[in-house]
């Protein structure tokens, strides 16, 4: 069984700077796909960030320049560097492995990401 475990959310004014953090586990000897995606109230859920095995990234055009994803292959870990926070930032912050094991898609239990003055 494969599990995500994401943390790093919480409450930040804006300008502030947030780091989210997942971890995956269980027995996992691929990860396709790595990702990132949020969903506020009211909204549908939507990708932010995306990174492969290989180092390759794509952003959501609201967030170039000011989130940064990246990842440690071998510790089955990505993170969401997020930088000059806006409250339209605000949202829960789900992690996405896709292709786990060239099989199934999973993802984390998610967490809430408030920018507020």
């Known amino acids: 069984q494969v599990q995500l475990v994401e943390s790093g959310g919480g409450l930040v004014q804006p300008g502030g700077s947030l780091r989210l953090s997942c971890v995956a586990s269980g027995r996992i000897f691929r990860i396709g796909v790595m990702g990132w995606y949020r969903q506020a109230p009211g909204n549908q859920r939507e990708l932010v960030a995306t990174i492969t095995s290989g180092g390759t990234t794509n952003y959501a055009d609201s967030v170039k320049g000011r989130f940064t994803i990246s990842r440690d292959n071998a510790k089955n870990t990505w993170y969401l560097q997020m930088n000059s926070l806006k409250p339209e930032d605000t949202a829960v912050y789900y992690c996405?492995?896709?292709?786990?094991?060239?099989?199934?898609?999973?993802w984390g239990q998610g967490t809430q990401v408030t920018v507020s003055s």
């Open positions: 996405k492995a896709d292709r786990v094991n060239w099989g199934n898609d999973y």
